[in-house]
């Protein structure tokens, strides 16, 4: 399963079954840490445990800032795709100050009617068409660029709201967070690791910047071989 096939595989689960994960499992979910990029220089410490029902549990704790916010929500769904390509379920869990979210893995549960009534109240899988994204006539967006945005507006949320927008500009790809929350901050890093996670499966060099606390640039260009 490619990283493309995983973004439109992956949905929040919030019911899984009680299993009890092997040493050997833990470690190969452990090893995935190792291949996580980081959005700048940030450190980020990532612990696996075993939550109250045997689901797995990824966290860390970092400082309680914007930026970091961002660097956790970019690193943290690069974990959480890498999962699904494994086989798991997940679910990011907010969790507030120096721990922003949790990230919840196992296998799913048959859904419930508890299940039914969170994915209808957050809006899970109901997502907004392309064009609420981009000011621009989308058909005057490139096919990469579609590509790529489909991707983003795939990008889980804090309650589904999709904060962003999108843009591009020649060889750079323009996203934007629309709300200024400290929830939204994860939203942001989630979403730009989409489009990076793309850019890369598409061979591309990337060069990353943001432009401000609420705009990332992604410039890219055919990777040299």
């Given amino acids: 399963m490619n990283i493309t096939e995983a973004?439109?595989?992956?949905?929040?689960?919030?019911?899984?079954?009680?299993?009890k994960y092997s040493d050997a499992a833990l470690q190969k979910i452990n090893s995935l840490f190792k291949q996580v990029k980081p959005l700048e220089s940030e450190n980020i410490n990532w612990t696996i445990e075993?939550?109250?029902k045997n689901t797995g549990k990824i966290f860390s704790n970092v400082d309680d800032n914007w930026k970091f916010r961002i660097c956790y929500g970019f690193q943290g769904e690069q974990i959480i795709l890498k999962l699904t390509q494994l086989g798991y379920n997940t679910?990011?869990?907010?969790?507030?100050s120096e721990r922003p979210a949790e990230l919840l893995f196992g296998h799913a549960k048959n859904k419930s009617m508890k299940e039914s009534i969170a994915r209808l109240l957050t809006g899970n899988g109901?997502?907004?068409?392309?064009?609420t994204f981009i000011e621009k006539d989308v058909s005057k967006i490139s096919e990469l660029g579609r590509e790529c945005f489909e991707l983003c507006r795939l990008a889980p949320s804090g309650m589904n709201r999709q904060p962003w927008k999108f843009d591009e500009d020649g060889n750079s790809i323009i996203i934007e967070?629309?709300?200024?929350?400290s929830i939204n901050a994860l939203d942001f890093g989630i979403?730009?690791?989409h489009a990076y996670l793309?850019?890369?499966e598409k061979k591309k060099e990337i060069t990353l910047h943001f432009e401000n606390d609420y705009k990332c640039i992604l410039n890219f260009q055919d990777r040299k071989i």
């Fill in 126 to 131: 109901n997502r907004k068409p392309l064009s």
């Fill in 198 to 200: 793309f850019l890369e």
């Fill in 177 to 181: 967070i629309t709300g200024k929350s």
């Fill in 50 to 52: 075993k939550d109250d």
């Fill in 7 to 19: 973004i439109k595989r992956r949905h929040s689960t919030r019911s899984y079954i009680e299993e």
């Fill in 191 to 193: 979403v730009i690791a």
């Fill in 91 to 96: 679910l990011w869990r907010a969790i507030g």
